[in-house]
Every structure is written in structure tokens, then in C-alpha cells.
């Protein structure tokens, strides 16, 4: 053989403590769930089992649209189904950006020939009302807004129920990420009346990474199915997609499922179901209450104003004389806690603390806040 | 609340016999992989793990391309990965269609903006090496040959040695899917001289669906390097994936990694290793053969000659007089078996028996045979 059996042993992973920016710690139970029996993906008892995962999707959402479901890849790929299908060659769309996600969006745009006209605010803070408002006056003809709910790479928190409201009065669609604030704050799709959302599965949800929950509105299957030009994907072809998904008659083939990553999923709707979406809510406010108030006492301070701070996810300053990456790595190795690096322009300047999901429990508050003291010597 | 909790139970999946096109039973070592504890996708351990998945995947790909590593979706998407990089707007692209994918893999082209160019065959049969030869001889320019290495609509094996020189013969580079080939027949990625190719987790693998192994030679790296226009989609850029999945110096993150999946695919390359990719083509041959000996004594016939019919992949006329829905609905909710139906032109009119990877065993075959007897009531 020209390329010789390397010998590698079986992968035996470290137990970590997970309050980085996702993944979150992932509950026995959807491990448990990760692990049963493989099935095919037109097995009528898989079939049964999809139904379920849209039926507790919208429940997560709060929707009632029938185009509910995860994409078979992570949150990026549920991004880009948003946009390859709403966004026409030439169509204006106003992107909002506060962060890494809001450009990832704009690179999104770009791509699907687009027409991007941006609104700017600074890193931390919310999307101005104000300027997304004068914008849609400025630019006729906006197509679409588009904006980061949670902006994972800050901790900023922005009001997705004004947004929504300007876009509808201005005509325009609403694509919305809820990556992060899916199952750890308010998501209201139906009552803000978002056109298009999409979210991941390893971040309030708990599940382990690699699926995008979405949802889409009738008006949205509407525009994507009058398209003039055929969406460039053909993977996230929703035209496609829907023929799988879709909840009537016959199934078609689209592509393989990952069948075994969405009996986790399934697994973490129900825990969610069981717990209830306010219980949710308040127990990620609670957890971030008790957090703050620790990290306070270590003369820790905030990177997002209280007004606009998203409870799983603290964006704190790294104090002058501390040396990120040792401390990071040192919360790693002598604690087996990860907590998340800077992004973009926060590198090296920030940590983020995720209390997501699962790691929104007292034991992982007490846990972060004795490692921290103790990297930081006080 | 608008949406009320549903109240849905765990789902415990029945346990059944795949022997469809895939997926195919996975050992419980891959399972058991799947549920070992969360990390985190920039974790120094899981690093270092993504490093063996490259090197075990260089073994099974039999290559030495740097850039091998799993796409975080579906074979679909690692098939759009190909197209979406290496074929710019303009490009004559020849596709060779004997089957359902080589229309998948046309449709690619054509939302990439490129020029096809085709050669049919029949379906169950191979791509006609005389066919691609005359239409590279009567097409200047041809940029890009892709072809289907093994059909899994039909049980088809192409040449893909010859098919690879006639393209380097032209000038041009390769595609070639072998979502069905690798690991069950020879896939020799640097001795034929392959430019771009992709395959599926859940196959001749036997891991679970939702990842697609890909590898670049260098001169395609070099040419997705060197695009005029930037590649159409963002998540399956690879110049932007290789920041994530290069070897050398710090990774930027992309998109989170499916994490827990990845330990399956880790734990299924893991196996192939032990066993040898020889002894895994020599069992799969060998399984066929009893297959076959089988299936004939039972009166079925097979769809493709035997010179070109894949030993993982058993496509079977379906006999005149059986009910094709009912057999199956009898094989599956009496026997627990999965047989895969005709796709596309072949729909209704055979059955594909798949003998991929751990469903390669003499249990299956028996199992497989006996159960095919009783509901032919033979």
C-alpha cells in the first residue's frame, strides 16, 4: 500500500467543564439518547421521530409555522440556508452588525450577489433602533434586515421585537440568528412576526454541535418558492429541502440525515419541553445573577451595558496584568474549565462565560468562580 | 405562552438489520464513541484528535494530500464543496451520468455558474471510458471531469483509473465521488491521480450518517486558491475551512465542529486501520459472493454485469409478481430488515441490498437471505 495503517487508539476525551461560547455541557441523558441503535433515515419510525423534533422546534421558537426543522450541519450552514434562499442577485438587504455574526452575515450577502447596505454599532453594544430606522428611510427598497439577536461574540443582546416591527413597516423580510438566545432568552417568532430564524444545537438547547434548528414563515416559502433565479445551493435548497422535511404525503429522498446527532437533538427538546421555555428563562437569569455578582466581587467588569446583557453569555474585561492565554490555559489544564477567548476584535481583550443550557446550574457558578479567584490569585 | 409544550417521551429507536444503500449497521465501539463526554471544538485535545482523523483518512483515501478531513455535513454537501471550489463561473465541466448522483453532481455545475458538458450511460451501467474519451476530444477546454466512482442508485463501479488519466491526459481536473466505494472497494486517490474527492460517514464505514471525508491534491488547493471570483458559498469555502482544519501554526475557528460525531468517525477509522483496507475489500468480495450465490438460487437477477456490479451495493430485479412496498413493509416490521428501494429511473423496479461495511458480516447475509426467502415465500 502506498499509505501504510497509522495505529491510533481509541479517542478517550477529557471531562471538561464547558461555560465557553458553546458548546455548553451536554446532559447524560441526550449522550445516553446520542448512542442508540442507528435507523435509516425513511424508516417510517424515523419519520414519526422527525415529526416530534418539529412539533418541539416550534415550541421552542414559539411558532406556528410548518416549516420548522434542524438543517443537517451547524449554525453557519443555517445562516446561509436563510440567506441563499431569501436573498435574490441584486436584492437590497440591511444588515446590522455589533459583532463577528452581523459580518458573517454581510460575507453572506456578498456571496449570494446581494446588494448590502450596513448598519454599524460598536462592539458590545446593541443594534441601534435609531440608525436601522433612519436606514430603511435612507434606502428604498430594502429587501430584507437581517441582525444578530445574541451576538455570541459579545454578549450583546438587541431588540428583536422593535426590528421586526421596522421591517414589517418598511415591507421588508426579517432574517434573525437566535443561535444563542434559543432556550436561554425570550425567542418569539410568531408574536414579533420574523420571517426567517435559525439557531444551534450546542448552545442553550445543550445538545452536542453539528445541527441548526430553523424556521420559516409562509410568506418566506412563498418569496423562496416565485424565485426568479434558483438558489445556488443545492444542499440548502429549501425547494429541496421541504420535499424531506415537509409533513404531508410522501418523504423524498433529499440526503442522508444524521440520524444518531438528531436523536440528541430530540432528546434536549424534550428536556426542554419538560422544564418549560419560562423555567428556561429564569433559571439562565438566576445563574447570571449569582455569577455576576461573584465576578463583581473579583473587581471583574462588564463588556455589555446591564440594559442589553444576555444572561448565558458574560463578556468580561481581562484585567491589565493578566496574561490571557496562560490563564486560560491554566483554568484548562488544572481545573478542566473552558471558557471562551475573545473574537474579532475582542481578542486577547475579553472572556466570554457562557452559562448555557445545562452549564446554567449552581454548581457550574460555584465551580467558574473558585477557578477563577484562583487564576487570578485573589 | 402562544405554542404549548408538547408532551413527547424519549425515543427509543427499534433495533434493525441496515442493509439499504447506507446507512449500515454501525458497531457498538462507534456508538459507544458518540456518547463519550462533550469537549470543546478548539480544546488542545480535540485538536489533536482532528490530527489522527487526517492522518486515518490519508490511509483510507490512500493519499498523502495535506487537505483530508471530514466535511461537518452530509456526503451532499461534501459533493457541493467540490463544485462550489473548484468550477468558476464559465468553466466547461464534462459530468459523466449513469445514475441519480451524476444528475445531483450536473445540478451542482449548473448553480456554479458552469458550462456542462455531458456524457450519458445507461443506468447500471459503467461510464463508457470511450464515450468521456471522444467528448474530451470534441470539447476544448474542458476544465473538470467528474464522475460517480461507485453508483449507489444502481451498484455500478466505474474505472475511475482510466477515467483520472484521460482527464490528465486533457488538462483537466478530477471530481469523483466515492461515497459508496470507500472502504468496501479500492479507492486509490494519489496512484490514479485524483484531484477532488468526497464520501460519506454512514457507508462501507459503517459510522453514523452526517459527515462526508473529502480530500485536495495540491494543484486543487493551488486552484481554489487562485479564484477569480470568491467562492459562492461561505461555509463550504476552503479557504476558508483551512483555517480550521490546517495542520500547522494556530486555528482560527469557522463554524463549530460536530463534535460527539467526530468521535464516531475517529473510532470507525480506527477499525478500518486495525482490520486493513485489503482484508475489508476482501470481505466485502466475499460477502457479495455468498450474497449472490444466494440471491440466484432464489431466482433473483442482478442489474449490473458482473464485471462492473460493486460487491457493497446489490441491485436486484424486483419479480413480477411481488408487491414491491409490501415485501419490504414484510421485511421490515417482520424481520427488522432494511432493504433499500429503486431511486429515479429504477424506482419501484429493483431492491438494492447493501453489504457495507459492519452489515458486511455472515450474520447479515444469512439473516438477509432467509428473511428475503419467507417473504418470496420461496
Known sequence: MLVNNPVIPAFIPPKRTLMGPGPSDVPQRILDAMQRPTIGHLDPAFQEMMEQIKSLLRYAFQTNNSLTFPVSAPGSAGMEMCFVNLVEPGDKVLICINGVFGNRMLENVKRCGGVPVVVEDDWGKPVSIAKVEQ???????????????????????????????????????????????????????????????????????????????????????????????P???????????????????????????????????????????????????????????????????????????????????????????????AARGKLLSEFNLEIGAGLGALAGKVWRIGLMGYSARQHNVDFCLKAIRRVLHK
Not at 423580510?173 to 410568531?190: K, W
Open 135 to 229: 436606514a430603511l428611510r435612507d434606502n428604498a427598497g430594502i429587501k430584507v434586515l437581517a441582525f444578530v439577536h445574541a451576538e455570541t461574540s459579545t454578549g450583546a443582546q438587541s431588540d428583536a421585537r422593535s426590528l421586526a416591527a421596522l421591517a414589517q413597516k418598511h415591507g421588508a423580510f426579517t432574517i434573525m440568528d437566535c443561535v444563542t438566545s434559543l432556550g436561554g432568552t425570550p425567542v418569539l417568532i410568531d408574536e414579533w412576526g420574523i420571517d426567517a430564524a435559525y439557531s444551534g444545537s450546542q448552545k442553550c438547547l445543550s445538545c452536542t454541535p453539528g445541527l441548526s434548528p430553523v424556521t420559516f414563515s409562509d410568506r418566506a416559502i412563498a418569496k423562496v418558492k416565485s424565485r426568479k433565479m
Open 231 to 325: 438558489v445556488q445551493s443545492w444542499f440548502l435548497d429549501l425547494n429541496l429541502v421541504l420535499g424531506y422535511w415537509q409533513s404531508s404525503g410522501k418523504r423524498t429522498y433529499h440526503h442522508t440525515a444524521p440520524i444518531n446527532p438528531l436523536y440528541g437533538l430530540h432528546e434536549a427538546l424534550v428536556i426542554l419541553s419538560e422544564e418549560g421555555l419560562e423555567s428556561a428563562w429564569s433559571r439562565h437569569r438566576a445563574m447570571h445573577e449569582q455569577l455576576k455578582t461573584g465576578l463583581e466581587s473579583l473587581g471583574l467588569t462588564f463588556v455589555v451595558e446591564a440594559s442589553a446583557r444576555l444572561p448565558q453569555l458574560n463578556s468580561i474585561w481581562i484585567p491589565d496584568a493578566v496574561d490571557d492565554a
